[in-house]
């Protein structure tokens, strides 16, 4: 998959690909596509991690699931472990933090960061558009600071908490984490210190050069992205909305916010995703309002590829660590793409 990042043939179904399939009535059935394929069962797991389901909103159906490495349950220290709230992604329409790739992901990082792991499940579109999933995320934040749950009360450090995420996940971290800084107070004792996002799932009305060059890409052609904007953006919006175009305007003036919380941003992306360009010009134009931002940027590959491949889903952890650990000097995004 890695090497075959395009395709000459500019006919491909995105409704066909996604296995995604809207109904007369708004709602949309879903069928197993090709990397969404397979939910994880207790066999497959890593025993090494533990992990445990809870109910966030029945109303709404949203739930999460905790992970904790089962060595610190054995230990007697009382150092607590970062804590590390993860969204899954699938462009908002797709997608499930119990599939395979989001459950072994969020098991990696558990245990090689290590760290508590809260993956929260939003409601989807069409049948819940933008911005559902923001609301849920962020319930998911107050639950976590009100659960009574010994593996989070024990084991998490409320005081080192960071938002993750991966491409439609990564945008709904950034857009939490646009909401939590306009109101650091409200979900006190969790105390945000940073924004990790893989692949951001960004977009706009005028095309990019590698989305122009990269548009048949097969990981994820441009039909597919811009399907998945429009059954998720609310009714009447284009792709230069604020939910999709992160940039349009010069940014969220909440960004200012943000800097002055000292907030880290770690970007990760690669060369072979159609929304790099994007992706490179959202790290400017934080840099530019003084936030401070990491950029880490692979050769090829596809969108999605840290959570895809085995090799890559493992060198996460160590970048995370580079990330937090490090003095956070003053850098300019490097210029890969021209």
């Known amino acids: 998959m890695a090497d075959e990042t395009t395709s000459s043939s500019p006919t491909i179904d995105p409704y066909e690909y996604l296995q995604f399939f809207p109904n007369p009535d708004g709602t ?3 069928k197993r596509n090709a990397l969404l394929s397979k939910t994880i069962s207790d066999p497959d797991h890593d ?12 109303s709404n159906k949203t739930w999460a699931r905790i992970f904790l490495p089962r060595q610190v349950l054995d230990s007697s220290s009382t150092t607590k472990l ?24 969020c098991s990696n990082v558990a245990l090689e960061y290590p760290a508590v792991v809260v993956s929260a499940q939003y409601r989807l579109a069409p049948e819940h558009r933008l911005p559902a999933a923001y609301n849920d995320s962020m319930e998911a934040l107050h639950w976590i600071k009100t659960t009574q749950e010994e593996l ?10 960071f938002l993750m995420g991966l491409s439609a996940g990564a945008n709904t971290a950034y857009q939490v984490g646009l909401r939590v800084a306009a109101q650091v107070e409200d979900i006190l004792p969790l105390k945000i ?24 890409n097969l990981t994820l052609p441009l039909c597919a992205s811009d ?5 998720s953006l609310p009714h009447g919006a284009d792709r230069d909305h604020e939910y999709c175009n992160l940039t349009v305007g010069g940014g969220s003036d909440v960004l200012d916010q943000i800097k002055q919380l000292g907030w880290r941003v770690l970007i990760t992306a690669t060369t072979g995703d159609p929304m790099i360009h994007r992706q490179v010009e959202m790290a400017r134009m ?16 596809y969108h999605g590829i840290d959570v895809i491949e085995p ?17 956070m000097a003053p850098q300019s995004v490097k210029d890969i793409v021209g």
């Open 286 to 301: 934080m840099e530019q309002k003084g936030v401070q931002v990491k950029s880490h940027y692979d050769e090829g590959g």
């Open 152 to 161: 989070l009360k024990k084991y998490a450090d409320f005081s080192s908490c």
């Open 82 to 105: 970062p804590l590390i709230v993860y969204y899954p992604g699938g462009g908002f329409i797709i997608g499930s933090l119990d599939d395979s790739i989001f459950h072994d992901f």
């Open 28 to 30: 949309a059935t879903r």
């Open 193 to 216: 210190k940073g924004l990790i996002l893989q692949h951001l799932f960004i977009g706009g009305v005028k095309r990019t050069e590698s989305e122009l060059r990269l548009m048949n």
């Open 227 to 231: 399907l998945m904007w429009e059954f």
């Open 47 to 58: 025993p090494r991690v533990l992990f445990k389901d809870f109910p966030i909103n029945a």
């Open 311 to 327: 090799e890559k889903r493992k060198a996460v952890p160590v970048i995370m660590k580079e990330f937090v650990n490090s003095a």
